[in-house]
């Protein structure tokens, strides 16, 4: 209990009853469960009031009953994080849309929209997004056009740097089941 040696230094500086000397002060404090008097030279008595409450403080939080009840609280907070970190499940419209400001987040809108309900080329499709204020380069987009033909929502006809794009199934049927 280092507070209460120090705490006890400024106690027994002068004996009871003995008058106190101009430069000092006498301070009785009460602070949660404790009550303190200290005794001490009034240019120390911001310094020395802090160094005493913070000693309290410190005390407070070595009780078990606290420490038990603080490690509890860090439990929950970190079992709240965890929850809310856990895959959720996703709707069949949510994994095609996927965000919707990455390339592949803006097809898979376009495509929900029923876009490519009839044949569009890379060229018709980097064309339109750029309308629609998204500036991908073509790669990004034919990198994501290729993308959902690998998922099975779109099949290209044509050949290698002319392919054309179009829906496999409708986007109704996806959304139904």
């Not at 009780?63 to 609280?73: K, T």
């Not at 980097?126 to 779109?154: P, Q």
């Amino acid at each position: 209990m280092a507070s209460n040696k120090f705490i006890n230094s400024f106690a027994n500086r002068l004996p009871v009853g003995e008058a106190l000397p101009l430069d000092e002060v006498k301070i009785r404090l009460k602070h949660g469960e404790w009550e303190v008097e200290i005794t001490c030279l009034e240019s120390k008595v911001k310094q020395v009031v802090e160094t005493v409450l913070s000693s309290l403080d410190s005390a407070k939080i070595a009780d078990p009953a606290i420490r038990a009840q603080m490690d509890e609280l860090w439990r929950e907070i970190e079992a709240l994080k965890a929850r809310s970190v856990e895959a959720r499940p996703i709707a069949a419209e949510q994994k095609l849309v996927k965000g919707g400001m990455t390339c592949r987040g803006l097809l898979g809108n376009l495509w929900a929209e029923g876009y490519f309900a009839t044949e569009r080329s890379l060229a018709d499709v980097h064309e339109d997004l750029s309308r629609r204020g998204y500036n991908y380069d073509r790669t990004a987009v034919s990198h994501s056009l290729t993308d959902m033909v690998r998922e099975n929502i779109m099949t290209r006809n044509g050949t290698m740097r002319n392919y054309r794009y179009i829906q496999k199934r409708p986007p109704s049927d996806v959304m139904a089941g």
